[in-house]
């Protein structure tokens, strides 16, 4: 009796399997055509003669019955016999367990604009924490006096035993003072004499610490609190902060009276014009204790009109704006008339002496000194035009921002003005100071580079890498730039110890650097008995008059200093004159040779004493 031949199907797992993987039963019919046509009963098979099988990953299938197709019955030659029936697997559908998950949508009370408690103590916390860094790094630095903190401290002292006790001054202080002799030195001089230089050089903490408080609050009156928390975080670390954080120069009281000053025009641009009148006297009091403030007045008074201009219009805007201008230059013709500070002004201010400093050199140190947080600002002014919203909320969207021309004046007055300093300095040709004004233009700044940050960070906190790799870059480059800063000039306690016991009342001395041993030996000497490296006048034996390097050669062939003291950095032409005129000179002597090590290598102070 012949067999039924059952055509060889080719299983799922079978060597010999179509490559294609589009599996057919032994009739050539598709799965899902067999499914539809066939059912067990047709082929007369035993439901149970099959058991269910389970694949090697542990996927069960249902009972054979509903997935296997019976053998056709047909003859089979001879050479066939020994073959046996194959089965082929049908394909399952698998059955989801369960729905897709699917995030649910965020309510919008989930993204309130509103002011809370809650946020504005984490603020206030993270604030804090900004500070405690910033009054860290101040006070990790460390060096004797610098010359211009020792001459304001100087200066201070003679005007408190002025106005006491009607002392004679010295010098004229206001002749040549680049703010008012009787404001800041005052001021620091009280500190000093209770507390010390460190005590003088807190106070300047304490002004720049304020200094970071208010631009935080500045931010976030006219932005967000996200923004003035990273304007705060950047401005806290760059080195202009740093080191004008524990300097005892003006420098800081006249930024913290800047800050004020734009603090209450931000702070009153919702009230009548004549509020902003509030600013006026302390923006002429920032005036007074540094005359190069005036450069920052402009700003502030064109901030009065933008400030205001969303709220209350154009004409209260120009109005609130012109208020503030002759408010302010009230005050300063009054002060100028009522005082003598004129010439300071003009020596000091506006016809300085140019220098020789290059173009170039110049841009390369503004660059250096606030060029990424500059950059920063600059591309948050730019994404600030581009979309003016600062409220990741989608109720904001339906709120009316301020348009695009009034986004670009404030990013360009704030970014501009940061412009200032390095611009006035290149037409100075000159570097002094420059580190320290780079700073002031910094604080204007600081608000459109908090943007920067908030935008280069991204909604929700996406990219926080990058405003911490911005953030650490700054620090770093703060922290290398105060620390080189702070050790320009050499510590100068062995040289003041060493002459310490040859000066007294009566004496004439030539320093390097005069305004050192004035201060710390102010118990002994006063400014008028020390000479400097920087012009001197002369009257020879002869009644010759000279000036120069002629009045330096013929003072010291004549034996007139009783002291000399080179450090052969402040000015080395005229102390190598000096030092070649003490050479072979009968009347000195060499008292001492002391080395020191600074921020460009190592040197020496020379101390000459006079013999008789």
């Known amino acids: 009796m012949s067999r039924n031949e059952s055509p060889y199907v080719p299983q799922p797992y079978d060597p010999y399997g179509e490559e294609d993987f589009t599996w057919f039963n032994s009739d050539g019919r598709s799965d899902e055509q067999d499914q539809q046509d066939r059912t067990p009963a047709d082929h007369g098979y035993e439901p149970n003669a099959y058991p269910y099988q389970q694949e090697p990953y542990g996927q069960v299938y249902a009972p054979p019955q509903q997935y296997y197709a019976e053998p056709h019955t047909r003859a089979i030659p001879e050479q066939r016999q020994g073959d046996q029936p194959t089965y082929a697997l049908h394909t399952v559908e698998e059955v989801p367990a369960g729905p897709a998950y699917e995030i649910p949508e965020t309510p919008e009370a989930g993204w309130d604009m509103t002011a809370s408690r809650r946020r504005a103590w984490v603020s ?126 003006y420098d800081a009281m006249a930024l913290f009276l800047l800050a004020l000053t734009t603090w209450i025009v931000v702070r009153t641009d919702r009230l009548p014009a004549i509020a902003v009148l509030l600013a006026a006297p302390v923006a002429v009091l920032a005036v007074g204790v540094k005359y190069a403030s005036a450069l920052y007045l402009p700003t502030i008074v064109v901030l009065a009109l933008l400030t205001a201009w969303p709220r209350r219009g154009a004409k209260s805007s120009v109005l609130r704006m012109v208020v503030l201008a002759l408010g302010i230059g009230a005050l300063l013709a009054a002060g100028a008339y009522a005082t003598d500070l004129l010439d300071g002004v003009k020596q000091t201010t506006t016809n300085r002496d140019h220098g020789s400093d290059s173009t170039r050199f110049l841009l390369e140190q503004s660059a250096k000194w606030g060029g990424l947080m500059f950059l920063t600002a600059a591309g948050g002014a730019i994404s600030y035009v581009r979309r003016s919203r600062m409220n990741e909320s989608p109720l904001a969207r339906r709120l009316g921002n301020p348009g695009w021309r009034w986004r670009a004046l404030v990013g360009l007055l704030l970014c501009g003005t940061a412009l200032l300093a390095p611009a006035y300095q290149v037409h100075l040709a000159t570097v002094v100071s420059l580190y320290k004004h780079v700073g002031f233009g910094l604080f204007f700044a600081a608000p459109m580079a908090g943007i920067g940050v908030t935008r280069l960070i991204g909604a929700h906190f996406r990219y926080p890498q990058l405003g911490i790799l911005l953030w650490t870059a700054v620090l770093c480059l703060g922290i290398s730039q105060a620390d080189w800063r702070f050790g320009v000039w050499p510590d100068s306690s062995q040289m003041v110890r060493t002459i310490s016991p ?80 003490v050479k072979g000179n009968p009347h000195y002597r060499l008292l001492g040779n002391i080395p020191f090590t600074n921020s460009s290598g190592t040197g020496t102070y020379r101390i000459w004493v006079k013999t008789a």
Not at 165 to 184: I, K, M, N, W
Not at 552 to 573: C, E, K
């Open 124 to 249: 206030r916390g993270v604030l804090l924490c900004v500070l405690a860094i910033q009054a860290v790094l101040s006070l990790r630095l460390s060096n004797t006096a610098f010359q211009d903190e020792a001459l304001y401290l100087s200066a201070g002292h003679a005007e408190l035993a002025h106005l006491l006790h009607g002392t004679p001054l010295p010098v004229d202080y206001a002749a040549y003072f680049s703010g008012s002799p009787q404001l800041y030195p005052v001021l620091a001089a009280l500190v000093d004499g209770t507390f010390g230089l460190a005590g003088a050089r807190s106070l300047s903490l304490v002004f720049m610490l304020a200094v970071t408080g208010l631009l935080y609050a500045i931010t976030r009156r006219m932005f967000n609190e996200r923004a003035a928390l990273a304007a705060a975080g950047l401005f806290a670390v760059v080195q202009s902060t740093v080191v004008m954080g524990y300097f005892a120069t």
């Open 502 to 581: 040859h000066v007294n009342s009566k004496g004439h001395y030539l320093s390097s650097t005069p305004e050192v041993p004035v201060y710390y030996l102010r118990e002994k000497t006063s400014q008028r008995q020390w000479a400097s490296v920087f012009g001197m006048e002369y009257a020879n034996k002869k009644g010759k008059y000279l000036t120069g390097d002629e009045a330096y050669r013929s003072a010291v062939r004549d034996g007139d200093f009783d002291l000399i003291v080179l450090d052969g950095l402040t000015n080395p032409r005229v102390d190598d004159i000096v030092a070649a005129s």
